[in-house]
């Protein structure tokens, strides 16, 4: 499946905001956000004076700010919008209550990841387990109830022993409580929209899928 493989601190610089996609980076003064608040490329800053913006434009900023946030492709986001439009509800509130039950981003919301994209790679490599079971589809979708935790064979990881170290940066999200020691988390309630940290506004990714 394609991948991004380009610097991924270039999406934070298209958006003109943080995405977090870079761990730790995103936290100090080399983040380019806060040298370079402009899009890339030779003419990034010109042509963010000059540009008009339309209301399509508009929208589709918002979808791919989002998209890249929790690092999914356009084929996965799309199936995850289909599922929370089907869904009782509001349908911007239920796509970003989905995304956020992701097993990729509960591990990276309890900091045993730094990013994302981290996270998805622990998932994938089988160092996470739901219930006490192997679970290695970062699309898992996580029900309140669920435990979260490190393999066995996995907790003297580096890289989750320094990403739990920088916890405190990004305090744990009142749905989630999280045992350092057992290297184990639960997902206590679902969240409301509300409490849910992502500056985006997802009703304008109703709209441009609803054309």
């Given at each position: 499946m394609a991948r991004y493989t380009d610097a991924v601190c270039k999406l934070c610089r298209r958006e003109r905001q943080k995405?977090?996609?870079?761990?730790?980076?995103?936290?100090?003064?080399?983040?380019?956000i806060e040298r370079r608040n402009y899009p890339p490329g030779q003419h990034g800053s010109g042509n963010a004076r000059r540009a008009k913006v339309t209301e399509y434009g508009t929208q589709l900023r918002e979808k791919q700010k989002i998209k890249?946030?929790?690092?999914?492709?356009?084929?996965?986001?799309?199936?995850?919008?289909?599922k929370a439009s089907r869904q009782r509800g509001v349908t911007g509130e239920n796509l970003v209550k989905r995304l956020e039950s992701r097993l990729d981003n509960m591990v990276y919301r309890l900091g045993f990841a730094s990013s994302r994209a981290a996270a998805r790679q622990l998932v994938l490599h089988c160092h996470i387990m739901v219930n006490t079971t192997l679970v290695n589809?970062?699309?898992?979708?996580?029900?309140?109830?669920?435990?979260?935790?490190?393999?066995?064979?996995?907790?003297?990881?580096?890289?989750?022993?320094?990403?739990?170290?920088?916890?405190?940066?990004?305090?744990?999200?009142?749905?989630?409580?999280?045992?350092?020691?057992?290297?184990?988390g639960t997902y206590l309630n679902t969240p409301e929209?509300?409490?849910?940290?992502?500056?985006?506004?997802?009703?304008?990714v109703v709209e441009l899928y609803s054309k």
């Open positions: 995405l977090f996609l870079k761990g730790a980076k995103c936290f100090t003064e080399k983040c380019p890249r946030m929790y690092n999914l492709l356009e084929k996965q986001f799309r199936l995850t919008f289909e589809v970062p699309s898992y979708i996580l029900k309140p109830g669920d435990v979260i935790t490190v393999r066995p064979k996995s907790r003297k990881m580096e890289v989750i022993a320094e990403s739990l170290k920088r916890v405190s940066e990004r305090q744990i999200p009142a749905w989630l409580q999280l045992d350092k020691a057992a290297l184990k929209r509300a409490d849910i940290p992502m500056n985006a506004n997802e009703q304008l």
